[in-house]
């Protein structure tokens, strides 16, 4: 069946690092590709999202390329801040109808 | 504003005792689902519905009931809440089709004592 797999977290940055959270996926066909974050004591929101191969999605400074020749979808930001501090959760959708989520990396920033 | 709400947000109760949390959407949107979350699982998905009178089980559906007799309501029900079942939850809708957003409601932190 279909899956999403992550890197473990937690990952632990300082204030203007580089991000990148890895993303690989399973899936038959060709799905869809998101990131949804959840900030401390909320639920999920959407992040960026990417429809087919070659797409890049991007929000808030963060980006990721729906790679099919590697099925992946890695999230990176260039200078991440404090207020980035969640959980981020990749996940697809692939023509069944629930939404497959990986099991999140936790991200903290440091000042 | 368009929203997913939840009731209650916290809740503690003890073995056996019946209960329900609601889950609500203002958006018309047809999918609804109910998740939990637990540490090092990540989101499972409970159930889900696709439309009014229409549900179906997900990843881990035992101990739980769901019903949709209206499209804006998709209550959680817990016949006989157990220790296991302390996690929290999540509702969440969106349109039918592949590429719309789904929105999640605030959660709601469950604990069986």
């Known amino acids: 069946g279909d899956s999403v797999t992550q890197m473990e977290g937690p990952v632990t940055l300082s204030e203007e690092a580089f991000l990148t959270i890895n993303c690989t996926y399973t899936?038959?066909?060709?799905?869809?590709l998101f990131w949804y974050v959840q900030y401390p004591g909320e639920g999920l929101q959407l992040l960026l999202k990417?429809?087919?191969?070659?797409d890049k999605g991007s929000n808030k400074g963060f980006e990721a390329t729906y790679r099919k020749e590697t099925t992946s979808f890695h999230l990176e930001k260039g200078s991440v801040q404090v207020s980035d501090s969640a959980v981020y959760f990749c996940?697809?959708?692939?023509?069944?109808?629930?939404?497959?989520f990986g099991k999140g990396t936790r991200l903290s920033v440091i000042a | 504003e368009a929203q997913v709400t939840q009731n209650p947000r916290y809740l503690i109760t003890v073995t056996g005792k019946k209960l329900t949390v609601t889950c609500s959407q203002n958006?018309?949107?047809?999918?609804m689902s109910w998740y939990r979350q637990d540490p090092g699982l990540g989101l499972r998905q409970i159930y889900y519905?696709?439309?009014?009178?229409?549900?179906d089980k997900g990843d881990v559906p035992e101990g739980y009931k769901v019903s949709r007799k209206e499209k804006r309501n998709f209550p959680l029900i817990l016949e006989s809440p157990s220790p296991n079942q302390t996690s929290l939850y999540f509702c969440?809708?969106?349109?039918?089709?592949?590429?719309?957003?789904?929105?999640f409601g605030p959660g709601t932190r469950l604990t069986v004592t």
């Open positions: 969440a809708s969106r349109q039918a089709g592949a590429n719309y957003e789904q929105y």
């Open positions: 899936a038959t066909g060709y799905p869809s």
């Open positions: 990417a429809t087919k191969a070659d």
């Open positions: 996940a697809l959708w692939s023509g069944n109808t629930p939404l497959v």
């Open positions: 958006m018309n949107h047809e999918y």
């Open positions: 519905s696709m439309n009014v009178e229409v549900t």
